[in-house]
Every structure is written in structure tokens, then in C-alpha cells.
């Protein structure tokens, strides 16, 4: 990886010190802007004059329109592309892609469906690269949850949260950012989907209170937020098998009992009511989703100050 670029590949990447920073602006920025017309610039325009190319290899919503929203809240420039109408999509290589891209804009943002496309990206570009999600990870919209949890209920190394579902992607980030920040994780996950292995290896070896098991009523057993996501990510091709082996994983009322009374409910979205999560909870007075929602074009503007140098 070239050696100063400020790339956002993984929380793991960074030290509890460098993520509060990125945790702490984007509250003040957000607190700052309360009651502001959206499409209005933040004071200074601190990325003025600079460029963000998005590429998606995959469809979005909230990644999409936040960083674009982020871009221009800081008086930045931004370009939106679909993979598929570009020469990386008839064998032209990542690393090219890289080094050209590297000649236009000042930043890449992209959707990968591979991770090792994200590092290869990361590896050949000369201007910060940021991960909006692969297969292995989903570290901006961790940091936005994280960001959501602490509004409500304040720093979360004195709290447990619990991780229900499959162990996909957004756990794997949810494992770096608890290991990192302090505070217990508990992820339960069926036998068949258990959270990434290098993940947890990496959370011991750094001193992280992870805790896996098979039953999703001894993860949340008093926890202080219950998350779950999708049974079935983009990247996954299993779909019937998914929806049998997850199903007892749903997060409904009889499990939010079991959490503290007090717990919040979690989840990235998009959201399948009647699956991963029952409308009653989704929809219910415990679900903080829109904030996260909202709180991924905060964190996201924290992020790009960070990979672009504006201190
Ligand atoms: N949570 C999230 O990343 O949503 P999108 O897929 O809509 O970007
Ligand atoms: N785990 C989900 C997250 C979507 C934002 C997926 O990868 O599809």
C-alpha cells in the first residue's frame, strides 16, 4: 500500500485514539448543522476544490446518497459510477483503474463485491481509497452505529451489544470496532455462519471481549443493543439454506426481553420485516435504524476530513 496514503479500508487499521477523533467530529459537525437547509455547504467548505469518484459494484442506497450528500456538505466535487459501464467491467485491471483514477480525483470510494478488489485498488492507487463495503467488511457504516449507539447511551467500551444473525460482513466490522474501542461483543450466530475466524483470532490477539456462541438468546442475554441484518447479503448465492438455518435467529419481542429493558435495537438496512426482524420491533420504540441512517452522512464527512487531510 503506498506508504502515506490516508486510505479507510478497515476500523481494524486504526488505533482507539484515531477512530474517537473521527467518532467525536462527526457529532460536532452533525450538533453544528441542526436545523440547517441539507443542501447547504458547511462553514469553511474544508473540501473545496477536491473530487470523490464512487464506484459501485454493487446497488446502494445509503452509501450512494450519504457520501454524495457528505461530499457536498463539504464544498467537495463528486462522481457517481456503476462498474458496469466501466472498462474494469470488460477486464481492464484494478490496478490500472487505480493509477488513472489516481490522475482525476482526490479519492475513491468503492462498493466491492471482492475485498481483495478493494486492497488491490487501495495497493495501486496514490490517493485515499475508502471501503463501502465487500464481502468481508462494511467499516463506515460500523463507524455510523457506533456513532448512533454513543448518542444514545453513551461511549461503548461500559456496554455489552449483541450481534444476532449471520456473521457476515457488518459483524466482521462490528468485531474490529468493539476490539478497538473496548466494550463486550457477543455475536450469536448459527454453527453453519459463524463470524469471520481471522476477525475473532485478530479480537483475541488484541485483547477484545468477543464472545461467540450458537444461541441468540445468550447473546442478547442484558445486552445494551441487539443488532441484526439481512439473512441474505449481495454477495451470498445460498438463499433458501440462509432462510432455514436463520430463522430461529429472528430478533422479535420474545428475544428484545431478553436484553436489557433499556436495549436497542440495531440494524444497517435495507431491512426484511418478517424475517431478520419483526416489524414490531424494527418499527417499535427500542429501533434507533434511522438515526444510523442518518448518521452514516455524519460519519461519513468525519471520514472523508480524515482520508483527504482537512484536520
Ligand atoms: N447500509 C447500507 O450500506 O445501505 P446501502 O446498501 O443502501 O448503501
Ligand atoms: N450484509 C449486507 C449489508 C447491506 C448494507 C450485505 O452485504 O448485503
Redesign the pocket.
Known sequence: MAGDVRHFLDISDFSKAELRQVLDRSQAMKAARKGQPKGMVDQGAPLKGRALAMIFQ???????VSFEVAMRQLGGEVLVISANDMQLGRGETIADTARVLSRYVDAIMI?AKRHDHLMELAEHATIPVIN??TNKS?PC?VMADVMTFEEHRGQVDKHAIAWVGDGNNVATSWIHAMTRLGGELRLGCPSELPPDAQAVDWARAHGGKVKVTTSAEEAVKDAACVIADVWVSMHDTDAAARHNMLKPYQVNQTLMRQARPDALFMH???AHRGEEVTAEVMDGPQSVVFDE?EN?LHIQKSILLRCLGAE
Open positions: 454493487q446497488p446502494s442506497t445509503r452509501t450512494r462498493r463501502g463495503l462494511h457504516q444497517c438496512l435495507p441512517a452514516r
